[in-house]
């Protein structure tokens, strides 16, 4: 796995890339960077290639003056562009979900597929956007460290809490630490966000959903509700898992993508 930079606008924007193949990108949501999708990187790169971009202001991204939906989605263009790289899937975990939606309205061309892995295509409502104001207030007053430390009680299922607390250990280490103003704008950026249910309506390509059925912030039932907008559509429910099916259900989570990879790109599955 290697790392590697672009500029944007004077600021560094970093992704990790490994393999060989037709091309995957992992896009990473709230709180997060690129690690989290250390796992399907492993098991995907012998055949494909993967790119894991950090959002600007996570990781080793620096924040740019714009993480809109859009703004995020104009950064993997840039990072495909210096790979030189036309076609792609592109799967975008909750907020980086949000992104990939945007990416499929404005790049359609450029996509053989994409994946909403914990993500939903409706924009916030009024009850979602007072929470999000509260998480901002909370940010201000308490910081990014403290309001992340809280939040494996919502993100993670009760099996995974109770049974694999290594796990949640580990993604809690795992990161670079997040500035106060990432978080926000990210908030911000996600309360601003339109809703692109058109986009499902719209695509020509295979759309591949990943619900977690203890899913506490894309509740399952919500992402099931949007399935039937999608011509072409790839569904995995990971049964043991709440918002982060990569780290709670490694294993069902690569192959949901694998499957995902191969209906995409024209192969059938060995049986
Ligand atoms: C995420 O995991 O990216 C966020 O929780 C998404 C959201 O809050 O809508």
């Excluded at 919502?154 to 500035?179: C, G, H, M, W």
Aim: glycine fraction near 6%; charge should be negative.
């Amino acid at each position: 796995m290697e790392n590697r930079t672009i500029s944007i606008n004077n600021k560094i924007i970093s992704y990790k890339i490994a393999g060989e193949g037709e091309c995957v990108i992992l896009l990473h949501g709230f709180g997060e960077d690129s690690n989290v999708w250390q796992d399907q990187a492993y098991f995907l790169k012998s055949n494909y290639t993967v790119i894991m971009p950090d959002v600007p202001g996570s990781g080793y991204s620096e924040l740019t003056d714009d993480v809109s939906m859009e703004a995020i989605a104009a950064v993997v263009k840039e990072i495909l562009d210096s790979e030189d790289i036309e076609k792609v899937v592109l799967i975008g975990h909750s907020m980086g979900g949000y992104a990939t939606l945007a990416f499929a309205e404005k790049y359609s061309e450029m996509l053989k597929g994409f994946g909403l892995f914990h993500s939903l295509a409706t924009a916030d409502n009024d009850e979602k956007k007072i929470v999000r104001r509260k998480g901002i207030d909370f940010i201000k007053k308490y910081g990014a460290k403290t309001f992340l430390e809280m939040q494996p009680g919502n993100l993670f299922a009760e099996q995974t809490r109770d049974n694999n607390p290594s796990v949640i250990n580990q993604f809690l280490k795992s990161y670079q630490p997040f500035s106060n103003k990432s978080l926000i704008e990210y908030y911000e950026a996600m309360i601003a966000r339109p809703d692109r249910t058109h986009v499902l309506k719209d695509s020509k390509v295979p759309v591949l959903f990943v619900a977690g059925e203890k899913d506490a912030i894309i509740p399952m039932d919500a992402v099931v509700k949007q399935i039937p907008l999608v011509s072409i559509s790839n569904v995995h429910i990971l049964s043991n898992s709440g918002h982060m099916g990569m780290l709670e259900e490694p294993n069902e989570a690569n192959k949901a993508i694998e499957d995902f990879l191969l209906q995409v790109n024209g192969y059938t599955a060995a049986i």
